[in-house]
């Protein structure tokens, strides 16, 4: 089995796209939720929070030409995989195009609009609305699909589209590939754009926070006080090389990618299992040959729903007890969707590697449902670790663990 390292790291967040904005947002408490105004004409939406990426622009070089078949989503997912290879040192690297290098990437499901575009062909019976790229923007591999071109790669494509754990699937199958010898190189991880109906899909659950007056204190992750979860945006990319490969053109080494664990619940679609979440990490732990004492942090998927936070913290309490650090980076993002796995895990890298770990934000009455762990609140904890655990829960009982090894 080949060992699999990281080599280049990037995001796009609703509180920056560079680790630099993203740390000092994270050291203020400073979250990037906002109230959307533009949804205030859907009738029967609740909720009226959102974490937009502000501002953001793809590069002058992304011209028309180049994403006539990109929607948002791919844009940003593109944009995210050219910075990662550029800090691996590997945008100009005849080896990224030769079929050394593949792309495991996922998103919830394509452009939204694009998806418009054939409902509208349904409700108005016509094809008016209807381009020759508007399949290629709403299809579930718009982002692979779309990086695989733009880069000129020749490896294999993986489409990882499960809802919130696609990016941690990318980044887990990617790794997969690397280990078994199947690729050199993987660009892996995930992104979505945010949309009012995807929204909808958590508002009809009634899983939305609806403190709309209030964005900044909204998602409250295993707070007793919490109303439901925000849905944001972004992209997050990891450069995964095989380390005799990487050490051969003496590239930076972020971390190593020790273990990897998924499963599925198999009983119900909406509703989240602990026991099946606790064997997730049980998986990624017998893979990374540790014991559960080796973890010294927990990065939680902490959506701010009742019951998924509770579930959450007693899998995790059964697998590591009530010491374990933890916190939740949604509580500054919203729920990314298809982008939050590989934006948690490029977080928990970089604190790692800097020893200091950000609380979960609006965290003040802990729920005492919630399981007993060391969450981490009020301020940034300094911790030295060796080794940090990712974890994202899914629709459709989808559980995924990442373990990451500092490399010294």
Excluded at 66 to 95: H, K
Excluded at 202 to 220: E, G, I, K, M
Excluded at 370 to 376: F, M, V
Aim: negative net charge; proline residues 3%; aromatic residues 8%.
């Amino acid at each position: 089995m080949k060992r699999v390292v990281v080599t280049g790291m990037s995001g796009i967040s609703p509180i920056g796209s560079s680790w630099e904005e993203v740390s000092a947002n994270l050291r203020e408490l400073k979250t990037g939720i906002q109230y959307m105004e533009e949804w205030e004409k859907y009738d029967g939406l609740n909720t009226k929070l959102g974490g937009p990426v502000a501002n953001f622009k793809a590069p002058k070089h992304f011209n028309r030409k180049v994403t006539r078949s990109m929607g948002r989503i791919a844009i940003m997912a593109t944009c995210s995989a050219e910075q990662a290879l550029s800090d691996a040192g590997l945008l100009d690297d005849p080896s990224i195009k030769d079929g050394r290098m593949g792309v495991s990437f996922g998103s919830s499901a394509g452009s939204p609009t694009a998806v418009g575009e054939f409902a509208s062909m349904l409700v108005n019976n016509t094809t008016d609305g209807l381009s020759g790229t508007s399949y290629i923007r709403m299809m579930a591999h718009t982002a692979p699909v779309n990086i695989g071109v733009y880069f000129g790669l020749r490896g294999r494509v993986i489409t990882t589209s499960s809802a919130c754990t696609s990016g941690s699937q990318g980044i887990g199958y990617a790794y997969e590939t690397i280990k078994n010898g199947k690729q050199a190189l993987m660009i892996a991880g995930g992104a979505e754009e945010l949309c009012a109906t995807e929204a909808a899909v958590f508002d009809t659950l009634f899983a939305t926070s609806t403190a709309n007056t209030t964005p900044h204190l909204s998602p409250r992750p295993f707070d007793v006080n919490r109303d439901g979860l925000v849905i944001g945006e972004g992209a997050g990319t990891l450069i995964l090389e095989e380390l005799e490969h990487a050490q051969a053109r003496g590239a930076k080494i972020y971390a190593e990618v020790v273990g990897f664990g998924t499963n599925s619940d198999g009983a119900h679609v909406t509703q989240p299992e602990s026991d099946t979440m606790q064997i997730a990490m049980a998986l990624a732990l017998q893979d990374a040959e540790l014991d559960a004492k080796a973890i010294g942090y927990v990065s939680a998927h902490g959506t701010a729903t009742a019951r998924g936070d509770v579930a959450e913290t007693q899998a995790t309490h059964n697998v590591f007890g009530p010491h374990i650090p933890i916190s939740a980076f949604k509580s500054y993002t919203g729920h990314t969707l298809g982008a939050c796995g590989a934006l948690e895990a490029w977080t928990a890298i970089q604190m790692m590697n800097e020893d200091w770990f950000h609380p979960t934000v609006n965290l003040s009455n802990l729920d005492p449902e919630c399981a007993e762990l060391d969450y981490i609140v009020g301020e940034s904890r300094t911790l030295n670790c060796e080794y940090v655990m990712s974890n994202n829960f899914a629709f459709g009982g989808i559980n995924t663990s990442l373990i990451f090894k500092r490399w010294a």
